[in-house]
């Protein structure tokens, strides 16, 4: 065996094939990003639909209230849409908190609620369909008595019922991430332009675009911030739909920083300063609780890993050398001479 895998690594054809293996692969990783377009344009490009719709419902309201919810946003399926409304899934499946945690993910209109309650329903009979195609079709858990096997089946739709509560809390808790890890950079910027004399529309709308290579999720929630601001009627109401969308406390907190500085009058600047340096602190600290949890979870790995490789390098020419006299009673016999 080792002298297969010699010649093989010997081998000038093998080491070739090897290299332009290697090198059609690193041609692959380096061309594929740029097929894949350009995430933050594509982002900015909904968050610019999402201000041009703003923009048609504050016409409409002054127009007639019968065409609010028209804009540049893409229509519901018909067909989810009719089969929501005939079951009245939005009062059986949806509340404030499901509305709020679609608005955390990044969904935003009826549409997305209306695909959400639809897959609720639809998915726990594809997932039941699918659990009895295996277990009664394939054959699988044969050994298994029947009451148990219709019981995977049934487990399998409860799966499929709560799916799709799991995609969303997923997608929230990433996009939390996101904003959490690029929020106090975007507070940095945002105070060094309200501090050369931007107002807060301005400042958004700058960091916005700078803190879009960090975190796009970010940088989508502040233009639709600023243009909460340009067309609600209440400045706070804008400060509290951000909050609302991101879920991140720190952003809570410099939005009622905004609003009692726009209620009483105080400097935007200073309470932007505190914050700024309260943020710093929160995510120093996080970076050292981190490494402080570090050594605990490295202890395993080491164990597993690390140690018995050590032990190999330190005991290993021993035992060849060991081996190589006979053993323990040839070495015996060689000190004995």
Do not use: W
Not at 33 to 48: D, Y
Not at 268 to 279: D, G, W
């Amino acid at each position: 065996m080792t002298s297969f895998v010699y010649s093989t690594l010997t081998d000038g054809s093998f080491l070739v094939s090897l290299f332009v293996a290697i090198a059609v692969f690193a041609s692959l990783l380096t061309l594929i990003p740029s097929f894949s377009g350009n995430s933050l344009e594509s982002r900015m490009k909904t968050v610019a639909l999402e201000r041009e719709e703003l923009r048609s419902k504050q016409r409409s309201r002054l127009a007639e209230a019968e065409n609010r919810r028209r804009g540049l946003r893409v229509e519901e399926s018909k067909g989810m849409r009719s089969i929501v409304d005939r079951l009245d899934l939005r009062r059986a499946l949806a509340d404030e908190n499901t509305i709020a945690k679609l608005k955390v993910a990044g969904f935003r209109g009826n549409d997305p609620l209306t695909r959400f309650l639809f897959f609720r329903l639809i998915l726990p009979f594809v997932f039941f369909g699918a659990a009895l195609f295996y277990v009664y079709g394939l054959g699988e858990f044969a050994e298994q008595a029947a009451p148990i096997r219709f019981f995977i089946c049934i487990l399998c739709a409860y799966a499929g019922f709560y799916a799709p509560i799991l995609y969303v809390n997923n997608r929230a808790n990433k996009r939390k991430q996101s904003i959490q890890k690029a929020f106090p950079d975007a507070l940095d910027l945002m105070l060094i332009c309200v501090e050369s004399g931007m107002s807060v529309e301005a400042a958004l709308k700058k960091v916005a675009e700078e803190i879009g290579a960090q975190s796009v999720d970010l940088a989508e929630e502040l233009v639709l911030t600023t243009a909460e601001l340009s067309f609600l009627q209440e400045r706070r109401q804008a400060y509290e739909n951000f909050a609302a969308r991101t879920g991140v406390e720190s952003v809570k907190s410099v939005t009622q920083a905004l609003i009692q500085a726009e209620r009483y009058g105080t400097p935007v600047a200073h309470a932007l300063r505190v914050l700024a340096a309260e943020s710093r602190e929160a995510r120093m600290t996080a970076a050292e609780k981190k490494a402080a949890a570090l050594p605990p979870k490295l202890t395993v790995p080491m164990i597993l890993f690390f140690l018995p490789v050590l032990f190999l390098i330190i005991l290993g020419p021993a035992g060849m050398q060991i081996s190589a006299q006979g053993g323990f009673a040839g070495m015996m016999n060689s000190n004995a001479r």
